[in-house]
């Protein structure tokens, strides 16, 4: 039984955010890579791009930020210079403003620190599955996913724990801002210009700002000169500090892309569960630890695409890119390329090697974030089957109107206990 088969005709348009609304257009995807792996794709919104769908393809792409630069967004959207510089993080910048950025706060999320939560979020996981399990039928993605990734995160950044739920609802309406479940501000349904400068185009970005300042005021005058939000503070070398603007921009990408990156991921994971039997005797055995939290990450593929802009003219499969146009990385078509992964719709725990781009692998922009992302998978589906004797869908699952986030909003299920 495979977990989840697309139904699209082939030819959808990947542009739309509507044809995501029963999982990526995968048949689609599948298409392009055989017959045009770098095609033109006209965009109805702008300025049409280059589609690149091959996994082989977008990583060696992706490892030549000189010829395809981070620094004029990463979403398929058009801006004005004066909005880019509103809205951009160090995810949208190059060398070397993106890596003086990312040494003031990569300590945070090294490996050995990272190792160091273990415990804590062992602990959250088990208040987590003790009270969405005591119930026989429930949603999985806001009882189960949805709770883990910002209760962390707010102990990372050390946000009060009654702050939170506001925390993921503005994270949502941010980082799903074309989905109306999320946002009355539905980006490709309605004029956004009187936010056009904040972050996602998103009035969530004004007050998730607010909420940032205050934050830091409040600390500042207890002395907390801990955490995460602190280091970023900090001056670089050369003694320049972050502007206000670039601090709100930061916070706003770790609330929004610090809990949906791991929240569809493990919804995705518990969706394999439950059309895949065989993966819950697997994981309960102990035997696929090192491997399951990168294959879980690959199927559940949480950001769909990214973007990047030629900074020079280039070839590939016989198209001329030229410098300024518009480059997509499709990493849901990669995820499932059967030239890099073998049976690419089954999920398989011991998948290795699994040169999944799920964390955008190949390039100096992989996610900062990638070790806390595993280990709070591991951790999550370690406990989570040891109290499982089966789990199946219990409805049918709802997957975001997004074609820049790839998830499951939706994912009712029905289990038994040990």
């Keep these: 039984m495979t977990v989840w088969t697309p139904s699209d005709d082939g030819f959808a348009d990947i542009t739309s955010h509507d044809a995501y609304l029963a999982g990526p257009p995968h048949n689609t995807f599948a298409r392009m890579r055989r017959d045009d792996p770098c095609a033109w794709t006209d965009y109805p919104q702008g300025e049409g791009f280059w589609s690149i769908t091959r996994q082989a393809d977008i990583l060696a792409c992706n490892g030549k930020p000189d010829i395809f630069s981070s620094a004029r967004g990463i979403r398929m959207e058009d801006q004005t210079y004066a909005e880019y510089l509103a809205r951009r993080t160090f995810q949208e910048t190059d060398a070397p403003d993106h890596m003086m950025t990312r040494i ?9 620190v990272v190792a160091g939560f273990e415990q ?9 599955l003790d009270e969405a399990l005591a119930q026989d039928e429930f949603d999985a993605t806001k009882a189960i996913a949805r709770q883990l990734p910002m209760r962390m995160l707010g102990r990372i950044l050390g946000l009060p724990e009654a702050d939170l739920p506001w925390l993921v609802e503005k994270g949502d309406a941010l980082i799903a801002n074309t989905d109306p479940d999320f946002t009355a501000h539905v980006l490709d349904r309605m004029t956004t210009d009187e936010f056009r400068l904040m972050p996602f185009n998103s009035p969530a970005g004004a007050e998730l700002y607010i909420y940032a300042k205050d934050l830091m005021a409040q600390k500042a005058a207890a002395g907390d000169t ?7 503070l900090q001056p670089a070398k050369d003694g320049s500090t972050i502007t206000e603007e670039e601090f709100r921009n930061f916070f706003c990408l770790l609330v929004a892309a610090g809990n949906d990156t791991t929240r569809y991921s493990i919804a995705a994971g518990i969706q394999a569960l ?8 697997q994981m309960q055995s102990g035997s696929v630890w090192d491997t399951a939290p990168d294959e879980i990450i690959r199927w559940a593929t949480p950001a769909t695409y990214f973007r990047r802009t030629a900074a020079q003219d280039t070839e590939l499969h016989g198209k001329t890119i030229r410098a300024g146009d518009k480059v997509i990385y499709w990493f849901a078509s990669g995820n499932r390329d059967d030239a890099a992964f073998a049976d690419p719709f089954r999920v398989d725990l011991s998948r290795k090697p699994n040169p999944h781009l799920s964390f955008g692998q190949g390039g100096p922009h992989i996610c900062l974030g990638m070790w806390l992302a595993r ?17 199946e869908p219990a409805g049918p699952q709802k997957f975001l109107r997004s074609n820049f986030v790839g998830g499951i909003k939706e994912l009712p299920v029905r289990l038994k206990r040990t």
């Design 120 to 128: 804590a979020i062992r602990d959250l996981c088990d208040e987590i």
């Design 226 to 232: 801990g955490g995460v939000l602190h280091m970023i």
């Design 274 to 281: 439950c059309h895949q039997p065989e993966l819950l005797a």
């Design 104 to 112: 003031k706060v990569a300590r945070a999320f090294s490996p050995g």
């Design 375 to 391: 280990l709070e998978v591991r951790v999550l589906f370690q406990e989570l089957s040891r109290r499982l004797a089966h789990i």
